[in-house]
């Protein structure tokens, strides 16, 4: 909702304060198809020359998180601390029962508690993968903490691609703009020997290509780009949590330590208070017995 508001804001305060000064929309709306296809489609094709297919279709899923924003919400950290807490109480408590939880999440009574979690492919690897890694005895922290820190540091990079993208198409569009400008110049020029009222016209349209490329640039696609990329870093912070617990759980700290740990390293907007994660462990301790 606040994507919506705010470029509501950009056309009312830009077009608003043109029409109030006295500007009037009629050139502008006449040249825009034409100087909109120009522009925006060579930044499509531009787009299009610099990524390969995986990476288009990955941008194209990701654009409407601009309005919905990070994906993960106090709730699912809350979740995650509750899955993790159980998982690594199965794990001291009966180390074999675990295995089939890990090799098949989706059929897990513990992972099936948690659907959105589930849902998400990179968070049940990651920590299946490092709990299968410790039964096998690799439970040296610092290499399990280094190879989850790659790990993840590979997936950030990964989910920021569209950001960079849609970044580098920002960057050009004011230049395509000035392309369509020299192009209505020329077509000005075309007709010099024409009255000054039509002339003035043929500059106005003109114009509209360098105002559209500047405009597309900085009031929409440039902020898109800063959007996902602030949301792929708030998202990013739910797969660092997994690692700060599992790490915590190598060095063979107790179950309620490690949960803690995982808490007090949750971002302060999304971190569940003390006494309401107690409450919810509480509960899956009940609902486990």
Known sequence: MIGLIGIAMIFIMVFG???????????????????????????????????????????????????????????????????????IRQARQNAVALEEHI??????AIFTRYPRILEDREAIELICDTLRSASMNYDDPHQVEEVLEKRIEASFHHSQHPSHALQSVADALPALGIVAAVLGVIKTMGSIDQPPEI???????????????????????????????????????????????????????????????????????????????????????????
């Open 17 to 87: 304060g043109y029409l109030a000064a006295g500007g009037k929309m009629g050139i502008i709306l006449k040249s825009l198809p034409f100087e909109f296809t120009m522009i925006g489609g060579a930044a499509a094709g531009a787009f299009v020359i610099s990524n390969d297919v995986a990476a288009i279709k990955q941008t194209m899923r990701t654009i409407g998180r601009v309005f919905k924003g990070p994906r993960w919400k106090p709730q699912d950290y809350k979740d995650l601390l509750c899955l993790l807490f159980e998982l």
């Open 103 to 108: 090799e098949t999440p989706e059929e897990s």
């Open 199 to 289: 002339l003035g016209k043929l500059i106005g349209g003109a114009l509209v290509g360098t105002f559209l490329g500047v405009f597309l640039a900085y009031g929409l696609v440039g902020p898109f780009a800063l959007k996902l990329k602030t949301v792929s870093e708030e998202d990013a912070h739910f797969y660092q949590l997994i690692r700060e617990v599992l790490v915590a759980n190598l060095h063979n700290h107790s179950t309620n330590i490690c949960i803690e740990v995982g808490r007090q390293n949750t971002p302060g907007h999304v971190r569940p208070g003390f006494a309401e994660l107690e409450e919810a462990l509480k509960a899956v301790k009940k609902d486990a017995a």
